[in-house]
């Protein structure tokens, strides 16, 4: 049998091949936010219908939330570094492929192969900087950098987008990844040692289709009770399909000495707090900046690269907390760091809800600012995520927390961008032809609004102060949402944790 566990490797390389795993995530994050900007470009073009546009924005996720406990066994079993190398090939190939595809199908298979990409990537980024920084001190410093990368992405999405669209067809929005991947696999190649699970006992084919059919329909759930509500027939049935399969997928990841998920990682506190604070903070940032987004160009009229700008404080402090906050938790504690993080953020949320009307940008800026600073202490969660579980079960632990990203997203998007529709209805009282298309979304009612000319400014003005009332209520939701996440973290993390120090597992 091959040796599995690489030799400790120099210092200067540990940290060159965290660069390239860095920039690998900051690349899968970037191409996430990229989209949403060149959505309208693309429904020009192709002219999809509600479905397919539908499709558009979520075949990536799907595929993603699918594969990634699958993906991330296979890479124990296979090689972390063989399958994170396949990922970029996959990502790469599947961004060249957009310029084949002129149809709304075409775009969707894209938006897939990106996902299977995306799956192999983002979870083998994590589990080899486990097993690549063996110091539990110098793995807090590494996990600090991956998050200031995944804000960096964040920030530069849409801006990046911005910049490419004003001058290029929407395809461009997806050839930027070519030639990052291209350095990625070569300096991957050199730079990075191959790890593996050294005892991964049988594959588990059941478990597989378990956890690929329970994820898949618990995401395609949370959307459609987003979207259609609770009486959704499809999204019942989703919910039904999903609670049966993950409940006897995790029953059976109990039961096998070597399952396929290590569910019984969640039996160490640090780690449960970790998965806890990642998931919080992706409920309530998913829905608070698409709303955001939407707010500064529907509302305040800036165009798409202007509102990526005027979204950076949030990345800025996040690029500046991301890296101090393991000095940070060696100093005051790492539940401090941890549950500090999150109250930060319900703050922000409070301060939106609580400024003067009409919201203006400057206490959205502040608002940012104080969500990128609370969004440092990622950094710790996910090394205590990390520190809580062996290096055997890297994968595990990598595949656990980024479905924690993945669903969080989701259902932030659905449940709080639920509440934000409603009272956004609910502020519109416009009823003469076209009312539904004006309630519908403040898109249609601004579209309504120019085609009534003069007559439709009235229309215009109810329908933008509804979607900021909105904007403001969920703000307020997701504060208190924040707040519940604080007091959980800080009763879960126990009080001496430190994560720069020995390793946490039980």
Same mark, same amino acid.
């Given at each position: 049998m091959k040796t599995t566990t690489p030799p400790v490797a120099s210092s200067r390389r540990r940290w060159a091949g965290l660069a390239v795993l860095s920039a690998s995530v900051l690349l899968v994050v970037m191409?996430? *936010?990229?989209?949403?900007?060149?959505?309208?470009?693309?429904?020009?073009?192709?002219?999809?219908?509600?479905?397919?546009?539908?499709?558009?924005?979520?075949?990536?996720?799907?595929?993603?939330?699918?594969?990634?406990?699958?993906?991330?066994?296979?890479?124990?079993?296979?090689?972390?570094?063989?399958?994170?190398?396949?990922?970029?090939?996959?990502? !790469?190939?599947?961004?060249?492929a957009v310029l084949a595809a002129d149809s709304a199908l075409e775009v969707i298979l894209v938006r897939a192969l990106l996902g299977i990409g995306g799956a192999m990537i983002m979870p083998s980024t994590l589990s080899m900087i486990r097993n690549l920084f063996t110091d539990p001190g110098e793995r807090a410093r590494a996990l600090g950098v991956w998050a200031a990368m995944a804000a960096v992405g964040a920030a530069m999405g849409p801006i990046v987008a911005g910049l490419l669209l004003e001058r290029f067809s929407w395809h461009s929005a997806f050839l930027v990844n070519v030639p990052v991947m291209v350095v990625a696999i070569a300096a991957g190649l050199f730079l990075l040692p191959e790890s593996r699970n050294p005892a991964p006992g049988r594959w588990d084919a059941l478990g597989t289709l378990l956890s690929m059919a329970g994820m898949v329909a618990l995401l395609y759930a949370v959307k459609n009770i987003g979207k259609y509500g609770l009486s959704s027939p499809s999204a019942l049935v989703a919910t039904a399909?999903?609670?049966?399969?993950?409940?006897?997928?995790?029953?059976?990841?109990?039961?096998?000495?070597?399952?396929?998920?290590?569910?019984?990682?969640?039996?160490?506190?640090?780690?449960?707090?970790?998965?806890?604070?990642?998931?919080?903070?992706?409920?309530?940032?998913?829905?608070?900046?698409?709303?955001?987004?939407?707010?500064?160009?529907?509302?305040?009229?800036?165009?798409?690269?202007?509102?990526?700008v005027r979204l950076l404080p949030a990345a800025l402090a996040a690029i500046v907390a991301s890296p101090l906050a393991p000095a940070l938790a060696g100093r005051i504690g790492a539940r401090t760091v941890l549950a500090g993080g999150l109250a930060l953020t319900a703050l922000a949320f409070l301060l939106?809800?609580?400024?003067?009307?009409?919201?203006?940008?400057?206490?959205?800026?502040?608002?940012?600012?104080?969500? !990128?600073?609370?969004?440092?202490?990622?950094?710790?969660?996910?090394?205590?995520?990390?520190? !809580?579980?062996?290096?055997?079960?890297?994968?595990?632990?990598?595949?656990?927390?980024?479905?924690?990203?993945?669903?969080?997203?989701?259902?932030?998007?659905?449940?709080?961008?639920?509440?934000?529709?409603?009272?956004?209805?609910?502020?519109?009282?416009?009823?003469?032809?076209?009312?539904?298309?004006?309630?519908?979304?403040?898109?249609?009612?601004?579209?309504?609004?120019?085609?009534?000319?003069?007559?439709?400014?009235?229309?215009?003005?109810?329908?933008?102060?509804?979607?900021?009332?909105?904007?403001?209520?969920?703000?307020?939701?997701?504060?208190?949402?924040?707040?519940?996440?604080?007091?959980?973290?800080?009763?879960? *993390?126990?009080?001496?944790?430190?994560?720069?120090?020995?390793?946490? $597992? $039980?």
């Open positions: 191409d996430m *936010t990229i989209l949403n900007v060149a959505l309208p470009a693309i429904s020009e073009d192709l002219r999809p219908d509600s479905i397919e546009l539908l499709w558009m924005v979520d075949a990536y996720a799907l595929v993603l939330s699918g594969l990634l406990v699958t993906v991330s066994a296979l890479g124990d079993r296979w090689g972390r570094k063989r399958m994170l190398m396949t990922g970029f090939a996959v990502f !790469g190939l599947a961004s060249l399909v999903a609670v049966v399969t993950l409940t006897w997928f995790v029953r059976r990841c109990l039961r096998r000495p070597d399952p396929l998920l290590e569910v019984r990682l969640f039996r160490s506190a640090p780690f449960s707090a970790g998965v806890v604070t990642a998931l919080t903070t992706s409920i309530a940032m998913a829905a608070v900046l698409l709303l955001l987004a939407q707010w500064m160009q529907l509302v305040q009229g800036y165009g798409p690269l202007e509102t990526g939106l809800y609580a400024a003067p009307s009409p919201l203006g940008y400057w206490p959205v800026a502040i608002a940012l600012t104080l969500i !990128g600073i609370g969004n440092g202490s990622l950094a710790i969660a996910s090394a205590a995520i990390m520190s !809580g579980s062996p290096p055997a079960k890297a994968g595990s632990a990598a595949a656990i927390e980024e479905t924690s990203y993945e669903v969080g997203g989701a259902l932030g998007v659905a449940v709080l961008g639920s509440v934000a529709a409603a009272v956004y209805r609910a502020g519109v009282e416009y009823t003469g032809p076209g009312g539904e298309v004006v309630r519908e979304s403040l898109g249609g009612a601004l579209d309504l609004a120019a085609e009534l000319g003069a007559a439709g400014g009235r229309i215009a003005e109810q329908a933008r102060a509804a979607f900021t009332e909105s904007l403001v209520l969920t703000s307020g939701i997701g504060a208190l949402l924040m707040l519940a996440g604080t007091l959980v973290v800080w009763l879960l *993390t126990p009080r001496d944790l430190d994560v720069t120090s020995a390793d946490q $597992h $039980h």
